[in-house]
């Protein structure tokens, strides 16, 4: 019983070949400057997000504002991108 049910899956997977034939990767055929700027594109994402969480620190240490100044700039910053996300409708 076990052999029948091997035989049939090598069937359809034969038919299946058929119908679709089994294509090389297309990853190694884009070009270069593909690659190239998705790593750039990578790098930018993670060099912002390291900078959006240790910006307040830098303002509080360095620059010496206050913990108010530090919250009332975040909330404006995170209230204009609310008002923003609301008038383009996403």
Known sequence: MADLWLLRFFDIQTKCQKI???????LGQMPRA???LGF?????DISSELIHSLLPMFM???L???VFTIGLIEGIAES???????????
């Open 34 to 36: 593909i690659w190239v």
């Open 80 to 90: 204009t991108a609310l008002v923003v996300k609301v008038f383009s409708r996403q």
């Open 60 to 62: 509080l240490t360095t």
């Open 64 to 66: 010496g504002m206050s």
């Open 20 to 26: 679709i034939p089994l294509t090389p990767s297309p």
């Open 40 to 44: 750039v594109s990578l790098l930018m």
